[in-house]
C-alpha cells in the first residue's frame, strides 16, 4: 500500500503541475482583472510547496520505515489536501474570483487532480495507520 500512495501522489503532482503551468501560461498573476482573485499567491506557493515536501516526507518513510515519517507526511498531506479544497472551492465558485488565468482550466484536469488527490490523501492515511504494525 506504501507504494501505491507513492504512485498515487506522483500522478496528483503531475497532474497539478499541468493545472500550474496552465496557469502560468494565461499569465499567470498578471492576468488577474481585479484585486480580488481565486489564486493569492501564497496559495500558489503553499499547495505545491507543501505537497513536495510532504512527498519528500513519504519517501524518507519508505527508506527507513521510520513510522515518524509517515505520520509527518500524512500531517503536511492535511495541509496540502486543505488549501487544494481552498483553491478548488474558490475555481469553483465563479463569481468575483473566476476573472483571472484560472477560468481556462479544463474541467476533465481539475477533477483528475481532485479525485486522484483524494485517493492519496486516503491511502497514505491507511498505510501510515499500519506503520505501527510492521
Same mark, same amino acid.
Given at each position: 500500500?506504501?507504494?501505491?500512495?507513492?504512485?498515487?501522489?506522483?500522478?496528483?503532482?503531475?497532474?497539478?503541475?499541468?493545472?500550474?503551468?496552465?496557469?502560468?501560461?494565461?499569465?499567470?498573476p498578471?492576468?488577474?482583472?481585479?484585486?480580488?482573485t481565486?489564486?493569492?499567491a $501564497?496559495?500558489?506557493? !503553499?499547495?505545491?510547496?507543501?505537497?513536495?515536501?510532504? +512527498?519528500?516526507?513519504? $519517501?524518507?518513510?519508505?527508506?527507513?520505515r521510520?513510522?515518524?515519517y509517515a505520520?509527518? !507526511?500524512?500531517?503536511? +498531506?492535511?495541509?496540502v489536501?486543505? +488549501?487544494?479544497?481552498?483553491?478548488?472551492?474558490?475555481?469553483?465558485?465563479?463569481?468575483?474570483?473566476?476573472?483571472?488565468?484560472?477560468?481556462?482550466?479544463?474541467?476533465?484536469?481539475? !477533477?483528475?487532480?481532485?479525485i486522484?488527490?483524494? !485517493?492519496?490523501?486516503?491511502?497514505?492515511l #491507511?498505510?501510515?495507520?499500519?506503520?505501527?504494525? #510492521?
Amino acid at each position: 500500500m506504501e507504494h501505491a500512495a507513492l504512485a498515487v501522489w506522483i500522478v496528483t503532482s503531475l497532474a497539478g503541475l499541468r493545472l500550474l503551468v496552465l496557469w502560468l501560461a494565461g499569465g499567470g498573476p498578471r492576468r488577474q482583472e481585479t484585486k480580488v482573485t481565486a489564486f493569492p499567491a $501564497v496559495l500558489i506557493i !503553499a499547495h505545491p510547496a507543501l505537497a513536495v515536501a510532504g +512527498l519528500g516526507l513519504w $519517501v524518507a518513510f519508505l527508506r527507513t520505515r521510520d513510522s515518524s515519517y509517515a505520520w509527518a !507526511a500524512f500531517a503536511v +498531506l492535511t495541509a496540502v489536501a486543505l +488549501l487544494g479544497f481552498t483553491l478548488f472551492t474558490r475555481w469553483i465558485g465563479g463569481g468575483r474570483h473566476a476573472r483571472g488565468s484560472e477560468r481556462r482550466f479544463p474541467v476533465v484536469a481539475v !477533477a483528475l487532480h481532485g479525485i486522484v488527490g483524494v !485517493a492519496t490523501f486516503v491511502l497514505v492515511l #491507511l498505510a501510515a495507520s499500519t506503520t505501527d504494525r #510492521l
